[in-house]
């Protein structure tokens, strides 16, 4: 560990510069995943040649041990072939990653999920119910880890590795084509918001990396489920909420247990309905100990929920103007992002006041919770790149998609503010 580190350090030093041989300039290769087909036993076929060529220039980055980001159906990754403790080692230097916060290794088959396991082990009948309903697609799940195979670096130490396998075409046809597993987390200097268009990994990574594959906007816009289920108890904890919901686990639990004589398996969220010591100290999910999903801009959550004992809630025009007095701008007229549903009560009341410079980004509706978790962090992102000086984002309940929202709101917002309308 600590030539990893002593390593991480140099790297890190050198990461705003090209490293070795990589060109100073990213090129972004556009990819047409419709032309990308698989088959039920997961062989994939390309009709676009444009599309093969830039995924065989991705693979052969990849297997020149330098990191390519790809779009997935969660947000853009950034991977490197994830049996190559030097290639993945590429992927901290030039996110400037903290050594341990360990990587999710991303296959494109059940086969390929079977050369990384333990010999021996077969998978619980709940890690078989949840392969066969969410994979491939944004869920993580944990296995035992084989120190024999897998480098240290991908697991940060941790006795367990992470694995999924993407549904987004070009990220499994990267897979398949570069034939090896990838280590991929997102495409981000650590600590930002994650991307969700090639044009973020771009704003982000130019120079730092060689290929940018583009296959569009991503669909779920945040990051995968990751779920422990190697408890001795048998339950599923859920340490990170994210694209496949809670409800949709239980739910595929419940149905599959419904005719087994074993008690249906408990899902529990993590800091919701379960605390973990162990997972407290190590950064085993995201945001427990750096910061995350954060802009360059301060981001305020507003709350129209309950408020907590002791806190007096504001009326919105209090809000106001207590911001116009706080808010350091440097312009002449304070530049407000706004991320609330467009049929959101509180921003009809707040863009009232034509003194402020408002700065709307479509969110979708308050029903529509799948819209909004695709649309948060590029809104982030997106408002940051306009210059605005504050960016309010607004509480959504923390029920189905809204779990996984909240989740990473809470984490890029600096403070809180409760609102009541009067
Ligand atoms: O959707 C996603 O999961 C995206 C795309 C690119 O696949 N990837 C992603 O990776 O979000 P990353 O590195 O940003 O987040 C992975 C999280 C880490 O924060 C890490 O704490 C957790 O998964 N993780 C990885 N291995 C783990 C392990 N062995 N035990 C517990 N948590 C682990
Ligand atoms: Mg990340």
């Known amino acids: 560990m600590n030539v990893l580190k002593r390593y991480l350090k140099f790297s890190l030093k050198r990461s705003s510069q090209p490293q070795g041989t990589m060109a100073a300039a990213t090129q972004v290769l556009a990819c047409d995943s419709t032309s990308i087909i698989f088959s039920l036993d997961d062989q994939v076929a390309i009709s676009s040649p444009e599309t093969l060529a830039a995924l065989r220039t991705a693979a052969s980055c990849l297997k020149d041990l330098f990191p390519v980001a790809f779009p997935t159906e969660t947000v853009y990754g950034l991977g490197a072939i994830a049996l190559n403790a030097t290639a993945a080692l590429k992927i901290f230097s030039t996110k400037g990653r903290p050594a341990d916060n360990p990587l999710i290794v991303h296959v494109s088959s059940r086969r390929m999920l079977q050369t990384l396991l333990p010999q021996n082990y077969t998978l619980s009948p709940s890690y078989e119910l949840l392969i066969e309903h969410f994979w491939p697609g944004p869920l993580t799940l944990l296995f035992p880890c084989d120190h024999s195979l897998i480098p240290d670096i991908i697991t940060a130490g941790q006795p367990t590795v992470a694995i999924r396998m993407p549904s987004h075409p070009v990220a499994r046809a990267l897979i398949a084509v570069t034939d090896a597993p990838l280590a991929a987390p ?237």
């Not at 090639?198 to 489920?225: R, Y």
């Not at 149905?255 to 398996?265: E, H, L, R, V, W």
Request: charged residues 25%; hydrophobic residues 40%; glycine residues 8%.
């Open 186 to 422: 997102s495409a981000n200097s650590s600590g930002k918001p994650s991307p969700t268009r090639a044009e973020h990994v771009l704003n982000d990574l130019n120079g730092k990396i060689t290929i940018i594959l583009d296959g569009g906007p991503c669909e779920v816009g945040l990051e995968s489920t990751v779920v422990d289920g190697l408890h001795e108890d048998g339950n599923i904890r859920i340490l990170r909420p994210g694209g496949i919901t809670v409800e949709d686990i239980k739910r595929v639990l419940v149905k599959g247990f419904s005719d087994a004589n074993t008690p249906i398996p408990q899902v529990l969220v993590h800091r919701r309905d379960f605390r973990d010591d162990a997972l407290e100290q190590a950064p085993t999910t995201p945001g427990m100990k750096y910061r995350h999903y954060a802009p360059s801009v301060p981001v305020t959550l507003m709350r129209m929920s309950d408020a907590p004992l002791g806190i007096e809630p504001l009326s919105p025009s209090a809000f106001l103007q207590d911001l116009k007095r706080s808010m350091p701008h440097s312009s002449d007229i304070l530049r407000v992002g706004l991320l609330m549903p467009s049929d959101s009560i509180l921003m009809k009341s707040l863009i009232n006041d034509t003194t402020i410079q408002w700065h709307e980004f479509p969110f979708g509706l308050v029903s529509e919770p799948a819209i909004i978790a695709r649309r948060l962090f590029d809104g982030l992102l997106t408002l940051e790149r306009e210059g605005v000086d504050l960016i309010l984002v607004e509480e959504v309940p923390e029920e189905n998609e809204g779990l996984a929202i909240m989740n990473r709101v809470k984490k890029a917002a600096g403070s809180s503010q409760w609102i009541t309308i009067p």
